[in-house]
């Protein structure tokens, strides 16, 4: 978001710029419909807080789904059914709960995920709780990274090749959509982050997505516009796999 409203401040810097981020759900519904901690859990209402935060000048506003399908724009019956998709399927109070529940296991299956787990246990991983957060410091294995990275990438080739769900279908085109490869290959974990590229590039079920950080992702026949998230960076010297989605 602060790269967009870079980019409009640039190209119309005299113009009274406000930016409103629709999603499903932002803060208030999301607490309204649940629970604050359950807002507060929403990839969408931290990365707005952190809009906010470090573009404290800017007029913004998160707005649900919900919201705008509370505006009576018109009153027919096309409207109506309009409402009622959003309230049934894009803001549904069940995606709060499932968003907050699924770990890995749902995504690729409990055998493959557990084989998964077990290779973590080559790079000191250990994970008890499927549902806590997978964080690799990238400093603590920097006495030989070539070895973390080829460990890493045997990792999540588990994933990867046997995971429930994976959409091995040979793709046209690659999808990739990351802006900015060269500027991690140019940091001192420069290895790590060429050996995801290099991952990236071997499968046609995997594309890199992202803006200053990248996210690894794989196609799935579940999820098929956006895929799942096997691994993304927390700027050059982290990566993280989220055990909850």
Known sequence: ???YLYGLQKKCPKAD???TYLTPFNKDRAKAMKSAEVAQSL???REFRQFTESCSSARAR???WL??????????ALWEQHREYVREHISSDSLLDESRGRTLERFFGQRPTLQFREALRSLDIKVDDPGIDINFELERYEDDLQAFAG?????LEILVCDGDGVSREPKSTKRNAFDNPGGFKSFPYSKVHSALFDLADRYDCLWLEGKQDYAVRVAHDRYKSSGVSLIRSVGTSALLIKGRR
Request: aromatic residues 0%.
């Open 1 to 3: 978001m602060e790269k």
């Open 17 to 19: 710029i406000a930016i």
């Open 67 to 76: 919201d705008l399908a509370e505006v009576p724009i018109v009153e027919n």
């Open 62 to 64: 998160h707005v649900s």
């Open 43 to 45: 990839p969408t209402v």
């Open 151 to 155: 460990k890493l990438v045997k990792a």
